[in-house]
């Protein structure tokens, strides 16, 4: 499903280079899921949604009813099978249609961002961005989302590897990025290891990273199989 939705973006794009790839990554993986507003799961609002897609996506736009969510369109033109439990609206069969409000799965409560902990993510990411353009603001605010949810930071954003997401950070935000020496720390412990050093606060016990009994957890491995370790805020729920 996200890759019918990727492609679909991809061949929509309004250009053929590294930002428009990242934001149909992270937009088709967004779309796979059911629940929630896809300007909320960005950390964006409405408005700087759409001037997004006309910015990247202006071919993507066309045929689109804004009274249905851009989830729902999307997948009707990608032609998969989807029930958004959001706006309520599904697709199948080649057609929208409304199923009866009993026979659709309950969406469940939304969490929410982590208000203050997004607004900390974003403005560590502003702080350090390479220009004052507007994409380098939206990538702030998607890349602050993303890393409150669960899995490492590149699946979430649904690139291919760590590789590209760390290409992503070097891109737009090279000096938060040449702090990660070696880019060797995983980068959801790396955001919070900086917000805790910028509010000088330190919840680790050991002396160095080097010696340190949960070095694997911030350094090891960041691939699918080690996701399940990723805790989401970990360092800010300590100091609340």
């Known amino acids: 499903m996200r890759d019918s939705l990727f492609s679909w ?4 794009a309004g250009a053929d280079d590294f930002d428009s790839y990242a934001l149909a990554c992270v937009i088709a993986a967004r779309c796979a899921d059911d629940e929630g507003a896809l ?3 960005l950390g964006l609002d409405e408005a700087a949604l759409q001037e997004l897609l006309e910015a990247y996506f202006p071919a993507a736009l066309k045929g689109w009813d804004t009274r249905i969510c851009f989830k729902v369109h999307a997948h009707f033109q990608a032609m998969n099978p989807f029930t958004c439990r959001h706006c309520g609206m599904a697709v199948a069969d ?3 249609w409304r199923p009866d409000a009993e026979a659709l799965p309950a969406e469940p409560a939304q969490k929410g961002f982590l208000a203050d902990e997004f607004q900390d993510l974003r403005e560590l990411l502003l702080e350090h961005r390479s220009d004052e353009g507007h994409v380098s603001f939206l990538f702030a605010s998607i890349l602050a ?5 669960a899995n490492h930071l590149w699946e979430d954003f649904g690139v291919h590897d760590r590789t590209e997401i760390s290409q992503l950070l070097h891109r737009h935000f090279p000096s938060l990025a040449a702090k990660n020496t070696g880019n060797r720390m995983r980068w959801k412990k790396f955001f919070y290891k900086q917000l805790c050093d910028r509010a000088e606060v330190n919840l680790c016990k050991a002396p160095n990273c080097q010696v340190c009994d949960e070095y694997s957890v911030c350094f090891g491995p960041e691939d699918a199989e080690t996701s ?3 805790g989401v805020s970990w ?6």
């Open 9 to 12: 973006l991809t061949a929509h």
């Open 39 to 41: 300007h909320d799961q």
């Open 94 to 96: 080649g057609r929208l």
């Open 145 to 149: 989302a993303t890393a409150l949810r």
């Open 228 to 230: 399940a370790e990723q």
């Open 235 to 240: 360092a800010l729920q300590e100091r609340r």
